[in-house]
């Protein structure tokens, strides 16, 4: 099954015939209402004509106006005026041509074009135009914010990123330096160890100097000498020796006074 063919909708031409801002202003004979501006369709409806008609049973003087104030169609129509942009009543048909004419030409493009929407006046599709923009203003500030915020996200993730990094290098840079330093107090204890070893072997050495084999072998050798202790002068009394008599002496124990003998 063949897919259908897009169906392409007729363009319609960028005329003032096809715009919602053409209007047409009203200038009543009787003073009762100025600068009425009112929708062409609906003026040509009452039997008017852009340069003349009634309106409500009144008869009165009108001229085309843009409601945008994109262009002065008076003066670029050709029509004979007045300072106050009023045309004379005589020269309503030839106005009315020339109009006409103007109305309908593509030879050109009006950037304030806005599509006719039926049965509304000027100043609504004024007010539809407003609306359109405070939508597309709202639409690119969601927009932007948007665009803001995924920025910001993007900052506070690279930021985090940076953080978790530099963590990281940080925790490594510790690492190192707690492994050097477990390394450190690994060789200072193994050498502290070492050194009691030898104490305790030296230790157990002395101990046992005076009893095992080996050590009197290391006597011999001169490794044990006996400290010599120096034999200190007895003090010497300053009173004199006294002789004891020879009567008060105990006579010598001979043999033959032995008992026994």
């Known amino acids: 099954m063949e897919d259908p063919k897009p169906v392409s909708l007729p363009q319609i031409p960028r005329t003032c015939n096809t715009c919602g801002f053409l ?15 009112v929708g062409v369709s609906a003026f040509r409806k009452e039997g008017g004509e852009l340069f003349h008609g ?33 045309t004379r009543v005589h020269d309503r048909l030839e106005n009315n041509k020339r109009a006409k004419a103007f109305l309908e030409r593509t030879d050109w493009t009006c950037e304030s074009w ?3 929407i039926p049965g509304l006046s000027p100043q609504k599709h004024l007010e539809q135009l407003q609306m359109l923009k405070l939508e597309e203003m709202r639409q690119q500030w969601e927009a932007k914010q948007e665009e803001t915020h995924r920025n910001w996200l993007g900052e506070q993730e690279q930021k985090h990123r940076d953080w978790l990094a530099d963590q ?17 107090d690994q060789k200072r204890n193994e050498w502290v160890q070492l050194v009691l070893a030898l104490a305790s072997l030296a230790l157990a050495i002395l101990a046992l100097g005076t009893v095992t084999p080996d050590a009197v072998v290391l006597k011999r050798m ?36 032995s008992p026994g003998y």
């Open 23 to 37: 209007g047409v202003q009203l200038d009543l004979q009787d003073g009762s209402a100025n600068d009425l501006l």
């Open 54 to 86: 009634t309106h409500e049973r009144v008869q009165c003087n009108a001229f085309p106006v843009c409601a945008f104030r994109a262009r002065h169609l008076v003066s670029e129509i050709g029509a004979p005026h007045d300072a106050m942009g009023r």
């Open 114 to 116: 806005f599509e006719l």
């Open 222 to 257: 001169g490794w044990f000498q006996p400290v010599q202790t120096p034999i200190l002068n007895p003090p010497v009394s300053d009173t004199p020796d006294v002789p004891v008599p020879a009567s008060t002496a105990k006579p010598a124990q001979t043999a033959s006074d």
């Open 168 to 184: 990281a290098e940080k925790d490594r840079k510790w690492k190192i330096d707690r492994e050097e330093e477990q390394a450190k």
